[in-house]
């Protein structure tokens, strides 16, 4: 009986994610399908549409037999990370045979190709790779940000198993980025795990403009940016968005108003708050004090020296999360960079919450368990419920939670088991999970204000189909 996993954000669910599981079931044999799943806030560096709670709901009623948490650091974090993260979850659970992602080129081969080229290490020094790590260097240190500097560097470069070409129409689209992350991921943690991707079927999930994206009456497919647009033009819009979505999908959000369309402006006074307190807190003469900020924000993960003093030089504009990040962000520094480091500032996420070192080495071989040392079961379906024995029977398990007030038994019960775990990191990562659990969830209340109260950490549970 075969497994599949998916790494996933359902922000919102849609026709297209509903038909990434129809195939991986048509093409893999997979009976059982893994997600794993962002929590409350999403790698854009905002908060999720909705409740982790309500998205897991969704994609059990859709066709999901299991969904995990991924873990806040990763959540938020870049595609590398992101995928890191995801990936190492996914090898935990110890049961998955696939991995399953959507690609702009649908070619395994081409994206393994890229990937080598970023992981397989040379004793020659005048290869390619060390060529293409100089060259990377280089156009960062001329003001390109990271992504833009390695696909030109990519392209500056000669490789004998992919032309020109196929780089160039490769590392031009996200979601073959994204799918070169994680088989990247794979090979550093030298998983098992079968890659299987699958061509993204239509051509607009790019467009972010709902009114563009529904233009052609024929198509079922918009992507998630275009839906969440489309709540900023009308509150309500499920008329409209009807004809995008399964139907579990569409009535579980109807039913559920109350707890959607969450604003990434909603916390913008908490943003303010946490940044204007890092910055009254030094008590020193104005420019030292400046300069001592500067260095505390640095130790946020995705907050830069140059991004740290823009913060501080322009909070007296702040107005709003959107409003100060379009102010931040320069040529270098995108706007969705500028985001996850203002979320990562609000959710206390540092750079030394990693315990591995970035960039990653070539020919490195990681440690999942110095990654993702826990497994958080956010829902399943009741019948499949025997393969959780599976993950704990294995050899060096994660810490299984499916209850938030027995996490830290749990952990402590993994540490003992398993003298390699960590449980001061897996502990850590955790209290982060709860705490934006928690940010998210004053948010999601004060929006829905007179509306019947939305469960916590502590009283939603798993949810069990």
């Known amino acids: 009986m075969k497994t599949a996993g998916i790494i996933s954000e359902y922000n919102p669910f849609h026709n297209g994610h509903a038909y990434q599981i129809e195939q991986i079931r048509q093409n893999t044999d997979a009976e059982n399908i893994v ?87 040379s004793n020659e020094p005048d290869c390619t790779i060390y060529k293409l790590d100089a060259a990377i260097s280089k156009y960062i240190k001329s003001g390109m940000s990271y992504p833009a500097a390695r696909s030109k560097a990519l392209l500056s470069c000669d490789y004998s198993q992919i032309s020109p070409s196929q780089i160039t129409d490769t590392i031009s689209q996200p979601n073959n980025i994204l799918a070169i992350e994680y088989l ?112 505390l924000l640095t130790k946020y ?66 440690n999942p368990n110095q990654i993702t040392p826990y497994a958080r079961l956010l829902g399943m379906r009741k019948e499949k419920s025997y393969l959780l024995k599976s993950v704990i029977k294995q050899n060096n398990p994660p810490a299984l939670i499916t209850k938030v007030a027995n996490a830290y038994k749990v952990i402590d019960k993994s540490a003992v088991d398993n003298k390699n775990f960590n449980a001061a990191f897996a502990k850590k990562l955790f209290d982060k999970d709860i705490f934006a659990a928690d940010l998210y969830h004053q948010i999601q209340q004060k929006a829905s204000l007179s509306k019947p109260s939305i469960p916590d950490e502590y009283r939603a549970g798993v949810v069990i189909l």
């Open 35 to 121: 997600v794993v799943m962002s929590g409350n806030f999403v790698q854009r560096g905002t908060p999720a549409f909705t409740d982790k709670y309500l998205r897991t709901r969704i994609a059990i009623e859709c066709g999901a037999d299991f969904v995990f948490e991924l873990p806040a650091l990763y959540a938020t974090a870049s595609s590398e990370l992101f995928a890191l993260g995801g990936v190492s979850l996914l090898n935990s659970l110890g049961f998955i045979d696939y991995i399953c992602f959507g690609s702009e080129c649908g070619d395994i081969s081409i994206l393994n190709n890229i990937a080598n080229i970023f992981t397989v290490k």
């Open 301 to 366: 993960l995705d907050v830069s020296k140059e991004i740290s003093y823009r913060i501080l030089n322009n909070l007296s504009q702040f107005e709003t999360f959107t409003q100060f990040a379009h102010i931040i962000k320069t040529k270098q520094y995108t706007y969705s960079r500028i985001c996850r480091a203002l979320i990562h500032i609000l959710l206390n996420i540092y750079t030394d919450d990693i315990l591995i070192q970035f960039p990653i080495k070539r020919n490195t071989i990681l």
């Open 184 to 295: 990247k991921a794979l090979k550093y943690i030298n998983s098992n795990i079968q890659p299987y991707t699958i061509k993204r079927c239509d051509n607009g999930y790019n467009n972010h403009d709902f009114n563009i994206s529904t233009q052609n009456k024929e198509n079922k497919y918009i992507s998630a940016s275009a839906i969440r647009n489309a709540f900023l033009h009308k509150s309500t819009p499920f008329d409209l968005l009807k004809p995008f979505f399964p139907s579990p999908a569409i009535n579980i959000l109807q039913d559920n108003n109350s707890r959607i369309n969450i604003s990434i402006d909603e916390i913008s006074p908490m943003l303010y708050y946490k940044i204007r307190s890092i910055l009254s807190n030094n008590t020193a003469s104005e420019t030292d004090s400046l300069n001592k900020s500067a260095i």
